[in-house]
């Protein structure tokens, strides 16, 4: 089971690499689509073949890991020939035919391997609950995204039963796409761990046709570098909306008769401004023809002040909503959501209706705009009438903090218009939609 080249399937020289790597800990930073997560998976099916072995498979969350890695580990051990419930178990005790015992600390979250090995499978945002286990091997998803302190710990729980009598080696394998910051995996190189590189053209025999192509057209060309040729590069500091110049700042005026999106961005206090900005299809481009920033301001008052704007220019468009997804929340002391609100006042428009979704990621929902400003394959979707000043500032000054994942909102001016444009963009052309890739 150790030999990858027991099955009829081609790997990449990363992946083999990442399988089949005898440090103790491994680091596979690869681009998506760069066949991770089969690694992944085969690398718990090795280390479990060892009878009585106890390993855990993590991702940063729970919801993470069974929303996303833990079906990819199950497709991936269907293509090599394993059945649920016949060779493992999720989330039940082993039955009796089996003749193995159940995981002593069992608690649900355990796989259950037939021939009696077990795999904890949880997230790493829980990793202080696993002080006291004793592990054989890790095995962990998007370690960018991991909790500080959760790398560490698992380090010190090598020390499991089973690879101590027979004297084997322990392991740790953890796959990510890069991280923004890239001191992440470079403080961690060392005589222990091996850091592998892959970038997504060395699998894209097994990638949908035209995948990757179509990626040029999805982002930037900083997130292409890092996402697909898995490059790694620091944002620490640098320019969030880095793909917006001089050349996506035109004279666009609002189109009383064009398809609008209505976007927004909540930060109303008596220092963060409302944020409301229009933005219209006009042909087959999208464009920012209006917006409206208000301090002292709240979702009543900026509904009343765009309402207006609407009755004097005489807009009879389709209406869209969308914007900041904790819009949907009720706070103890309203009697209704901001989303509600603005549906009192907006609901008679043609076609009116919400499209908002949570964002799960800032830097996803950064890269979705950075791509409509201007694509790897240098196409430009994305305007700013040269009336809209604010949102103008904020782009061009909204940066990174140094951690390279969030924004530096120290100013309290900062990142709302940009924010309002930006969850415009999450919400039609996502940069997170990614296939599940098995070889």
């Known amino acids: 089971m150790n030999n990858p080249n027991e099955y009829d399937i081609?790997?990449?020289?990363?992946?083999?690499?990442?399988?089949?790597?005898?440090?103790?800990?491994?680091?596979?930073?690869?681009?998506?689509?760069?066949?991770?997560?089969?690694?992944?998976?085969?690398?718990?099916?090795?280390?479990?073949?060892?009878?009585?072995?106890?390993?855990?498979?993590?991702?940063?969350?729970?919801?993470?890991?069974?929303?996303?890695?833990?079906?990819?580990?199950?497709?991936?051990?269907?293509?090599?020939?394993?059945v649920q419930d016949i060779d493992y178990i999720i989330g039940k005790r082993p039955p009796k035919n089996w003749g193995i015992k159940p995981y002593s600390e069992y608690n649900g979250n355990v796989l259950t391997w037939a021939w009696g090995s077990y795999t904890i499978v949880d997230g790493s945002d829980t990793y202080d609950a696993h002080r006291g286990t004793e592990l054989d091997y890790v095995a962990g998803d998007e370690f960018r995204d991991f909790k500080d302190g959760a790398y560490e710990?698992?380090?010190?729980?090598?020390?499991?039963?089973?690879?101590?009598?027979?004297?084997?080696?322990?392991?740790?394998?953890?796959?990510?796409?890069?991280?923004?910051?890239?001191?992440?995996?470079?403080?961690?190189?060392?005589?222990?761990?091996?850091?592998?590189?892959?970038?997504?053209?060395?699998?894209?025999?097994?990638?949908?046709?035209?995948?990757?192509?179509?990626?040029?057209?999805s982002y930037d060309e900083i997130t292409y570098r890092r996402e697909v040729l898995g490059e790694l590069i620091y944002s620490g500091g640098s320019a969030a909306y880095h793909a917006f110049s001089d050349q996506n700042i035109v004279s666009m005026p609002f189109m009383p008769n064009a398809p609008t999106v209505m976007a927004w961005d909540f930060n109303a206090s008596a220092k963060k401004p409302m944020s409301t900005g229009l933005i219209q299809q006009i042909g087959s481009k999208w464009y920012l023809t209006k917006e409206f920033i208000n301090k002292n301001s709240n979702t009543d008052e900026q509904c009343q002040v765009v309402l207006e704007f609407f009755k004097n220019v005489g807009f009879n468009g389709t209406l869209v909503v969308t914007g900041d997804y904790?819009?949907?929340?009720?706070?103890?002391?309203?009697?209704?959501?901001?989303?509600?609100?603005?549906?009192?006042?907006?609901?008679?428009?043609?076609?009116?209706?919400?499209?908002?979704?949570?964002?799960?990621?800032?830097?996803?929902?950064?890269?979705?705009?950075?791509?409509?400003?201007?694509?790897?394959?240098?196409?430009?979707?994305?305007y700013v009438d040269s009336s809209c000043k604010k949102t103008i500032e904020d782009l061009q000054k909204t940066r990174y903090k140094e951690n390279g994942t969030t924004l530096d909102d120290t100013d309290p001016e900062r990142t709302h218009p940009s924010d309002m444009v930006s969850y415009w963009a999450y919400n039609w052309y996502p940069s997170d939609r990614k296939p599940i890739v098995y070889g």
């Open 153 to 217: 710990m698992f380090q010190g729980r090598m020390r499991g039963e089973a690879k101590k009598a027979i004297g084997g080696d322990y392991r740790m394998l953890f796959v990510t796409t890069p991280p923004d910051n890239p001191n992440k995996v470079q403080d961690l190189i060392s005589e222990r761990v091996q850091v592998i590189y892959g970038n997504s053209f060395e699998n894209q025999h097994n990638l949908p046709p035209g995948y990757l192509v179509g990626l040029k057209h």
């Open 10 to 82: 081609e790997y990449t020289d990363s992946q083999f690499d990442a399988i089949t790597s005898t440090s103790p800990e491994c680091i596979f930073v690869g681009g998506i689509g760069s066949g991770k997560s089969f690694a992944l998976g085969q690398f718990v099916l090795n280390e479990a073949c060892l009878v009585g072995s106890l390993g855990i498979l993590t991702a940063p969350t729970s919801g993470t890991l069974n929303l996303s890695t833990l079906p990819a580990c199950k497709k991936i051990w269907s293509k090599l020939g394993l």
């Open 326 to 382: 904790s819009g949907f929340r009720k706070e103890s002391n309203a009697t209704r959501s901001d989303y509600a609100i603005i549906e009192l006042y907006f609901k008679h428009y043609p076609s009116f209706r919400n499209q908002t979704r949570p964002t799960l990621s800032i830097r996803d929902r950064v890269s979705s705009l950075n791509a409509q400003f201007c694509n790897m394959a240098g196409e430009r979707n994305f």
